[in-house]
């Protein structure tokens, strides 16, 4: 099985198997997105990179926003949590 990559995929590719988690380094505000929402925002086609230009901190609206991608195989160790949160629809 391969996964999706962080640089090569687009939105098609991905989905809420998929951890992708926003960081503000600004305030500090964490949440995990979701894939399947951004896709049928952005489209099928718009590159998994491109996703973090477009996003801006829902608090204080700084766009430097630190970006946490895992594949399904990674849901292990110390990140395993990461996944069970909910993602922010
Ligand atoms: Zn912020």
């Given at each position: 099985?391969?996964?999706?990559?962080?640089?090569?995929?687009?939105?098609a590719h991905v989905d809420d198997t998929y951890y992708y988690g926003a960081y503000c380094r600004k305030c500090k505000h964490a949440a995990r997105l979701s894939l399947e929402k951004l896709r049928e925002h952005l489209g099928d086609g718009f590159p998994l990179r491109k996703v973090r230009e477009r996003l801006r901190c829902e608090h204080c609206r700084s766009r430097q926003?630190?970006?946490?991608?895992?594949?399904?195989?990674?849901?292990?160790?110390?990140?395993?949590?990461?996944?069970?949160?909910?993602?922010n629809r």
């Open positions: 099985m391969e996964y999706a990559k962080l640089e090569t995929a687009a939105l926003v630190v970006i946490t991608f895992l594949a399904p195989n990674q849901r292990t160790g110390n990140v395993a949590n990461l996944f069970d949160q909910p993602p």
